[in-house]
């Protein structure tokens, strides 16, 4: 072999190392179990926001955990607006996916879009951008049905992300034909998850609720404490935990990224997911020594 072809070898080899390495580092994230998280028994933070900072030389990390509120006079809303102007980031990072609304006023943002609202209001005032933190649908699926099934994911989702809204008035009309519109032909098909026929009726959804419960479906007999990760009192509260574990991962991944590119970040996300990577932030900064 050539010493330009030994060189070139080694290089190639170098590379693979590093690379290898670095996607290990990426997924050896600590995290808090969602059954050891500082929440109480509904799942109030101890604080809300809940609100975590870091500096490590040029860099700096600001993290808000939240809890959902659309009351402009919330408390809340003064201190992410007021730590906003103290850090000035340089990008925020958000749940919800791409953000591309914009409002006139502040209060006219929360009253829409809750904290999302707010976040945009302010990096369009300062002329910066957002950055999706969320795991796409179809990924969390992918990695959801590889860890336990495709039918468990599908019944997982299902509850999750329509049954308990539609229970709480998100939707309107026979809940049949609105998990379809207002689910499957939303969520999945947007996210080009591909479902058979059957797997699409609401009746498929039924089914695999009474082969795992044992019992008919209604809405007076499915239970959020059969779903919550804070609980091993069913086998989907594992699921649970699994599902915001690929995200806590992703979302860690997308920190770390945004910090190889900016000096000053700023993160606004669901409370509960900002207890579980707590240990994960500080590994994070400690990385960019």
Known sequence: MTIQRLTLAFTIIGL?????????????YKLISYLDIKVDSFGNLPRNPYVLTFKQGNK?????????S??????????????FYRLKPELIINVGGNLTKTYKSRNLAINKSAELGLEKYLADKAGIKTHNGDESFRQEFDELSKAYSREEAILFFGSERFVFPFAFGQYEGAIDTSYVNNFIEKDYK??????SNNEKSFDYYKGLYKNYFNTEFTLDTI?????????KRNHFC???RKSKEFRDKY???QI????????????????WHILAIEPALKQIMNRLK
Request: charged share 25%; proline share 3%.
């Open 16 to 28: 693979t190392t590093i690379f290898s390495c670095k996607a290990q580092q990426l997924d050896d």
């Open 60 to 68: 700096e990390l600001l993290v808000i955990g939240t809890q959902h």
């Open 70 to 83: 659309f009351d402009t006079l919330n408390p809340m809303f003064d201190t992410i607006e007021n730590l």
């Open 190 to 195: 947007q996210n080009d998850i591909k479902l």
């Open 223 to 231: 239970s959020q404490l059969d779903f919550t990760p804070f609980s």
């Open 238 to 240: 594992d699921v649970s």
């Open 251 to 253: 979302l860690l991944r």
């Open 256 to 271: 770390e990224e945004q910090l190889d590119k900016h000096n000053k970040v700023m993160v606004v996300y669901g409370g």
